[in-house]
């Protein structure tokens, strides 16, 4: 595709339970990065992959929250035992290299509702 | 560590006026300095960019020049139309931090025609 797709676009679930959000980046971006926005707030950083492996997964917030890209293209954001303040929006994004000087493309995020 | 400051919202002006939306940065290392936008119901787009000092990017109009002196990136459009209606966020990313974006909270602009 064009652009860089996220589904599912709404989640809703309940408290405890267990949720994948999965995230396709633009085709030969070789960065892949996740972040979390809060109503009213900016981005914050989650974890950021090159290729397959997590070059730095210091924002997740716990080891509730896990994500892998298997195969460098396709990822997916895992979070365990949810709870009502993980409710957000999640963000991914790439880009073609991951130089800090490199543009991020966003997806439109997944809206994640924890009741 | 790094963050980003930007003036508190929301900014509300009648089309054509003057729009400045201030943006101040900490930075451990020499950061890049960008400028994303928001529309109603669509994702994040980069609106413009500067890698280095003095830089000034551009972009649909609106400029920000990077000034390394004042740590700032001040966002400005010399007369805005409804169509900026937007949310609009500044960000830094600079190679202590690896690849990360380090956004503001953002700034809600609201052009009335």
């Known amino acids: 595709g064009a652009g860089v797709s996220q589904t599912p676009s709404n989640k809703v679930t309940e408290k405890g339970k267990y949720v994948e959000l999965r995230c396709d980046p633009i085709?030969?971006?070789?960065?892949l990065y996740w972040y979390r926005q809060s109503l009213g707030q900016g981005p914050e950083f989650l974890i950021y992959?090159?290729?397959?492996?997590?070059?730095?997964d210091s924002g997740l917030p716990n080891d509730r929250f896990f994500a892998v890209r298997p195969e460098g293209s396709v990822s997916t954001l895992k979070i365990q035992r949810t709870e009502r303040g993980d409710s957000a929006v999640y963000l991914c994004?790439?880009?073609?290299?991951?130089?800090?000087?490199?543009?991020?493309?966003f997806g439109p995020g997944t809206r994640l509702t924890v009741l | 560590g790094n963050s980003v400051t930007q003036m508190e919202g929301p900014v509300t002006l009648s089309e054509e006026a003057f729009l400045t939306i201030n943006c101040t940065y900490t930075a451990t290392g020499y950061p890049s300095l960008f400028w994303y936008v928001q529309y109603p119901g669509e994702g994040l787009q980069l609106l413009l960019k500067?890698?280095?000092?003095?830089d000034k990017g551009s972009n649909k109009g609106f400029e920000a020049t990077y000034r390394k002196e004042t740590t700032s990136f001040h966002l400005e459009k010399g007369s805005v139309q409804v169509s900026d209606s937007a949310v609009y966020f500044c960000?830094?990313?600079?190679?202590?931090?690896?690849?990360?974006?380090?956004f503001g909270e953002g700034t809600q602009l609201t052009v009335n025609p």
């Open positions: 960000a830094l990313s600079d190679e202590t931090s690896g690849s990360r974006l380090t």
């Open positions: 994004a790439s880009s073609f290299l991951a130089g800090n000087w490199d543009t991020q493309y």
């Open positions: 992959f090159q290729g397959t492996g997590a070059a730095d």
């Open positions: 500067a890698t280095k000092a003095d």
């Open positions: 085709s030969g971006h070789t960065a």
